[in-house]
């Protein structure tokens, strides 16, 4: 047999799948925050890469699936009564769900105009926590404020980038995206 013949090949979107799947078990089996930002941070990065390479903007691109599967819900009637009335007061989201009522499965989703700056775009993902973690050679002796993690936003930021990428979904995936946030699911 020869090397070829044993070794596994994974691409970088399974790649990615795998590091947020195991993200999102890890965050409800309530372990190490250190180590699920890292994993999901690594899942990130290869998403934003790939979308990058694809010639997609990655933060409007999640935005524009975040309000599109926003407003969809609207339309199906299944926000919570707190959500459908922030829905109710959003002439822009009540306009976009009355388009997707008329437009069906013309809809075109790339109307939804999303704009965010580089710098924007930056802010919103690399977090205190990636830069802490990743650049120790900076500022060896420093510390981090564990409290300061937002795990919750970076993993549901990394669901709706891989399903806007694959158009599907893993159970872990479904289930996160399902309850719409991780924080009340897991107290």
Not at 62 to 91: C, H, W
Not at 104 to 110: A, I, M, P, S
Not at 122 to 148: C, I, Q, Y
Request: proline letters at 2%; a negative charge.
């Amino acid at each position: 047999m020869s090397d070829d013949e044993s070794t596994i090949q994974i691409s970088k979107i399974a790649a990615a799948q795998r590091q947020l799947d195991a993200a999102i078990r890890m965050f409800f089996q309530r372990e190490d925050e250190l180590a699920i930002h890292t994993v999901a941070a690594a899942a990130l990065q290869i998403l934003r890469d790939v979308t990058k390479d694809r010639g997609d903007h990655f933060t409007s691109d999640v935005f524009r699936e975040g309000i599109l599967n926003f407003a969809r819900q609207y339309v199906q009637g299944t926000l919570s009564p707190d959500k459908r009335a922030m829905a109710e007061g959003s002439s822009y989201i009540t306009e976009l769900a009355e388009r997707i009522c008329r437009e069906g499965d013309n809809f075109d989703k790339r109307s939804i105009r999303v704009d965010i700056s580089k710098k924007e775009e930056h802010e919103l993902w690399l977090s205190e926590t990636t830069v802490f973690l990743k650049h120790a050679d900076r500022d060896p002796k420093g510390f981090l404020s564990v409290g300061r993690l937002d795990n919750e936003r970076m993993l549901i930021g990394t669901c709706v980038a891989y399903v806007n990428l694959m158009n599907q979904q893993t159970p872990e995936i479904e289930g996160t995206m399902y309850f719409g946030g991780l924080r009340t699911v897991r107290r």
